[in-house]
């Protein structure tokens, strides 16, 4: 079935550091693939998506494209701030099952220091 | 538009005790979603409502599982003869289907704790 691999964390980062969290993906179809969010004590929220290879998905500082040819959709920002500090999903969801049933990842915690 | 709602936040109950859960989704989005998520892990598919039809449930879903939407409005989650094994969090999502876009909204979950 439909699987997201993504980096294990935490991430350790230093306030202004480049950020990269790797996610890889397996699918049958076409997925819609998505990075999502989660504060600590909040929900899911929605950071970006990308539809259809090649697109890039951005939101926030935050960016990801996705690459069929490697079955990727890497999520980069270039200045991360304490405030980034949270766990990133990255998910997909096949356009052909019909009703957009989300697959995540295990997650990757990012923690930014001043 | 205040965004998806759930209740409780947060639930601790015996084993073999029942539960239930309720998520209010945001109005007029058509499709609801269940998700649970465990320590560690990422959500996890469990079922879905497009307006009160439950269309499809995951493996995951035991007998002991049931979900409702009676007017497609609000949905309940029930579990059963809770065991340990059923610790988690339980999301609520929703989203208003039309061609293109299928965004779901998360809710802030209710965290199920199992004694």
């Known amino acids: 079935g439909d699987s997201v691999t993504q980096m294990e964390g935490p991430v350790t980062l230093s306030e202004e550091a480049f950020l990269t969290i790797n996610c890889t993906y397996t699918a049958t179809g076409y997925p819609s693939l998505f990075w999502y969010v989660q504060y600590p004590g909040e929900g899911l929220q929605l950071l970006l998506k990308?539809?259809?290879?090649?697109d890039k998905g951005s939101n926030k500082g935050f960016e990801a494209t996705y690459r069929k040819e490697t079955t990727s959709f890497h999520l980069e920002k270039g200045s991360v701030q304490v405030s980034d500090s949270a766990v990133y999903f990255c998910?997909?969801?096949?356009?052909?099952?019909?009703?957009?049933?989300?697959?995540f990842g295990t997650g990757t915690r990012l923690l930014v220091s001043p | 538009d205040t965004g998806v709602s759930q209740d409780p936040r947060h639930k601790i109950t015996k084993r073999g005790q029942n539960v239930t859960f309720r998520c209010d989704p945001i109005s007029e989005h058509n499709r609801l979603y269940w998700y649970r998520q465990t320590l560690g892990q990422g959500p996890e598919f469990l079922t879905y409502f497009q307006n009160e039809a439950q269309l499809e449930k995951s493996r995951l879903l035991s007998d002991r599982f049931s979900a409702e939407r009676p007017k497609g409005s609000f949905s309940t989650l029930e579990i059963q003869r809770t065991e340990q094994g059923d610790s988690a969090m339980y999301l609520c999502?929703?989203?208003?289907?039309?061609?293109?876009?299928?965004?779901?909204?998360f809710g802030p979950g209710t965290r199920l704790t199992v004694t």
């Open positions: 999502a929703s989203s208003f289907v039309y061609e293109g876009d299928h965004e779901q909204y």
């Open positions: 990308a539809t259809k290879a090649d």
């Open positions: 998910a997909l969801s096949e356009v052909n099952t019909g009703f957009q049933k989300l697959v």
